[in-house]
């Protein structure tokens, strides 16, 4: 057993004895003493006070959420946020503010650089605290490469060097996925830790879902896994999306799709966050438009749902904010179009996370790589190579 396999009986933060891990294992206590020393050397794992019963009390060891920071960058079309956090996911610091995606890598990846540094120094962490930074972009990512494929909202991006960009100036591990994927992550980890089977769905000026199954995030071959925006649907046939097909979800119930259907309907609609604002004043026109947009994306949850068999499917994005009415349209569809048994314990419902929800997931993704396994027992390797005589 490697010292990694111990430490991820300690992941979950409750101590234990020496005594404890060896029954656990099944290993004898010297080989379990000795796998703990080295996850103590790299602070992984301390000391934690125990309740004596009479005599002295057990010497209880936890994991140190402490020994390491990471810093979770999530960047929109127009936003940007970043935020340092521990081991456990626990934000310690956050900025964010507007930033337009189309201005390009240079100055976006400039900003990102400039304040994880600051936040670093905030937090009074220096650099070398640093273990990974995780990265949120808002299209299509090669996520073997950290490179954007192809995005259609962000010019100067395609294939560009993300990881070897902001390794100039911070030397660490940079994991990169797509927005919707570090959503996933990020509702998990703040509020559905104990859910292994789960579909984040984000609604905005596009469509796509982040899918873990089986505890895993799901990214398919080529990292582009749950694109639903560019699925068939039938009340869409004569409708080009602005990928030049006709059909797609995306064309008929994204933001920019229904702020378009109110305009030909008469509604003001001055810009698409226009939509929610006038669901929010009860305006029936858009309320009717959310709700169909809300059962056209059932009919592509319920494919989804027979397919891959989530507990939870949670809706987040832009839309989102509109409330019980989508909810309603999705729930109307998904359960009358997916099996008994697929739906009998499923649970439809909005973002908790909210606007947090990938800044949360992308330190997640960089917390996964710093404790998996293989890292964990990179850095012991390391460490025996700097003890050695």
């Known amino acids: 057993m490697r010292p990694s396999d111990v430490f991820e009986l300690l992941r979950d933060g409750r101590p234990r004895t020496r005594a404890e891990l060896a029954a656990t294992t099944g290993l004898a206590r010297s080989t379990i003493s000795a796998r703990l020393d080295v996850l103590l050397r790299l602070g992984l794992v301390v000391p934690v ?42 934000i310690l610091a956050e900025r964010g503010e507007p930033i337009d995606i189309a201005d390009g890598p240079e100055r976006v990846l400039g900003w990102v650089q400039d304040t994880a540094t600051a936040l670093l120094a905030e937090q009074r962490r220096e650099v070398g605290e640093l273990a990974a930074i995780g990265v949120g972009l808002p299209g299509p990512v090669e996520h073997s490469t950290g490179r954007a494929i192809n995005p259609p909202i962000m010019p100067g991006w395609d294939r560009y060097d993300v990881p070897g960009h902001l390794q100039r100036v911070l030397d660490v591990p940079v994991l990169v996925d797509n927005d919707v994927n570090i959503m996933a992550l990020g509702e998990q980890h703040s509020h559905l830790r ?8 984000k609604v905005g000026t596009g469509i796509g879902a982040g899918i873990i199954s089986g505890g895993t995030l799901q990214r398919g071959a080529q990292g582009t896994a749950g694109d639903l925006g560019h699925i068939h649907v039938a009340r869409g046939a004569d409708v ?38 006038l669901v929010r004043a009860g305006d029936q026109a858009a309320v009717q438009a959310v709700r169909q947009g809300g059962r056209d994306l059932g009919e592509v949850v319920a ?13 987040g994005g832009a839309l989102a904010a509109a409330g019980e009415g989508l909810l309603a349209g999705i729930r109307e569809v998904v359960y009358q179009r997916s099996l008994p048994l697929a739906t009998e314990h499923l649970h439809i419902t909005t973002s908790r996370a909210g606007e947090r929800a990938g800044v949360i997931g992308a330190a997640a993704l960089a917390i996964g790589h710093v404790l998996s396994p293989g890292s964990i027992d990179r850095e012991v390797e390391e460490q025996a190579v700097r003890l050695a005589p």
Do not use: K, W, Y
């Open 303 to 315: 494919a989804l749902v027979n397919l891959v068999n989530p507990s939870v499917i949670v809706i």
């Open 194 to 201: 104990e859910v292994t089977d789960l579909v984040f769905v």
């Open 240 to 277: 080009t999306c602005r990928c030049g097909n006709q059909g797609c979800l995306e064309a008929i119930a994204a933001v920019p799709a229904l702020a378009r259907a109110l305009r030909a309907a008469g509604v003001p609609v001055a810009d698409d966050h226009d939509v929610v604002t």
């Open 49 to 90: 006070g125990g309740v004596s019963t009479g005599g002295r009390p057990p010497a209880l060891l936890a994991f140190n959420p402490g020994a390491r920071v990471v810093v979770g960058v999530d960047l929109g079309a127009s936003h940007a946020r970043a935020a340092v956090a521990d081991l456990d996911g626990r």
